[in-house]
């Protein structure tokens, strides 16, 4: 990859998990922030994530902990307006000044937005959130989707 990424994500279902196992998958360092006990929709996280825990289980405290730990933030979305966790942390980019993204399916060129995002910012701990997959079914694979031709992208640059 050309530019060297630290994956944050908080774990849950959808965008996060999808951002944790594209990490795994393609030997990209990850880390973050889940709530105290692990806790996702699905049931405790597993193990191989390797996120820390923090001290409850508050998810608006993992949320802000993953922004503040993270030089940027996407937030994706397969509608148009991001809603619950993912909006929160659009909110908490801002206050922290911190530069933040929000795509949805309706973008054109969502590789490219997120390698010029990266570029712009310069960004090494890229924190990647969105909407559960409950609330948005698909976005999991949407976000794999999306994931997989940025490192194309990246790759091209780097030859």
Not at 10 to 33: C, E, F, I, M, S
Not at 95 to 103: A, D, F, Q, S
């Amino acid at each position: 990859m050309a530019l060297k990424l630290v994956i944050i994500s908080g774990g849950q279902t959808g965008a996060d998990r999808a951002a944790l196992d594209w990490a795994l998958k393609n030997d990209v360092p990850h880390g973050g922030w889940c709530p105290q006990g692990r806790l996702a929709l699905d049931g405790a996280l597993d193990a191989r994530y390797k996120l820390k825990e923090t001290p409850t289980d508050d998810e608006l405290e993992r949320t802000e902990w993953n922004v503040r730990d993270s030089e940027a933030s996407v937030v994706f979305s397969l509608g148009e307006k991001a809603s619950g966790m993912a909006q929160k942390t659009v909110t908490f980019a801002r206050k922290m000044k911190k530069p933040c993204l929000h795509l949805h399916r309706g973008v054109l060129g969502v590789s490219e937005k997120v390698v010029g995002f990266l570029e712009k910012h310069y960004v090494r701990r890229l924190n990647v959130v969105g909407s559960s997959e409950t609330k948005e079914p698909g976005l999991y694979d949407w976000v794999s989707e999306v994931l997989d031709k940025t490192k194309v992208v990246l790759d091209q640059q780097g030859d």
